[in-house]
């Protein structure tokens, strides 16, 4: 088994890929396949939660680059700066984890969330799509920069 030890901070070349949904890019402990069907094992700094480009490497030179996988989102989009701003705030008051991007937020599908949101004014569609929510005002560990070149919905 390959085992993936270190997250690199530094732009390297991957050599695989590994695709993981938002849950367990939050483990630094987890059997992992990655996607050329090679068994792995992720052994990470306690607390390290693995965002969409970021590459992780194994004592031996591996590096593989980390992929945000299709997850069951609700995806809302909205024109008015307001209403999404308001959307954000409620969806945020219970604590959901939120993407935020211009005029579209997405979050993990829940169809009471989904009333709500439209309640507000937004449009919500259910899809299949990457999930990669804001890090927080705090972040611990790897912190999230927009430079970084993720995903956001559009």
Same mark, same amino acid.
Not at 65 to 80: G, H, I, L, P, Q
């Given at each position: 088994?390959? /085992?993936?030890?270190?997250?690199?901070?530094?732009?390297?070349?991957?050599?695989?890929?590994?695709?993981?949904?938002?849950?367990?890019?939050?483990?630094?402990?987890?059997?992992?396949?990655?996607?050329?069907?090679?068994?792995?094992?992720?052994?990470?700094?306690?607390?390290?939660?693995?965002?969409?480009?970021?590459?992780?490497?194994?004592?031996?030179?591996?590096?593989?680059?980390? /992929?945000?996988?299709?997850?069951?989102?609700?995806?809302? /989009?909205?024109?008015?700066?307001?209403?999404?701003?308001?959307?954000?705030?409620?969806?945020g008051?219970?604590? +959901?984890?939120?993407?935020?991007?211009?005029?579209?937020?997405?979050?993990?599908?829940?169809? +009471?969330l989904?009333?709500?949101? /439209?309640?507000l004014?937004?449009?919500?569609?259910?899809?299949?799509?990457?999930?990669?929510?804001?890090?927080?005002?705090?972040?611990?560990?790897?912190?999230?920069?927009?430079?970084?070149?993720?995903?956001?919905?559009?």
């Amino acid at each position: 088994m390959i /085992r993936l030890t270190r997250r690199l901070d530094a732009p390297v070349a991957p050599t695989h890929t590994l695709t993981l949904p938002l849950e367990q890019r939050m483990r630094s402990r987890l059997r992992v396949t990655l996607d050329d069907g090679s068994p792995a094992g992720l052994f990470l700094e306690r607390g390290s939660i693995l965002r969409h480009g970021d590459c992780v490497a194994s004592e031996d030179g591996l590096v593989a680059e980390v /992929r945000a996988a299709a997850e069951t989102v609700s995806t809302a /989009r909205c024109d008015d700066p307001v209403q999404l701003a308001r959307a954000c705030f409620h969806l945020g008051n219970r604590h +959901v984890p939120l993407e935020i991007g211009a005029g579209v937020l997405r979050y993990r599908h829940d169809h +009471v969330l989904d009333d709500m949101v /439209r309640g507000l004014g937004l449009s919500v569609v259910v899809e299949q799509a990457p999930f990669e929510p804001e890090s927080g005002a705090y972040p611990s560990g790897h912190g999230h920069d927009h430079a970084h070149g993720h995903h956001h919905p559009s």
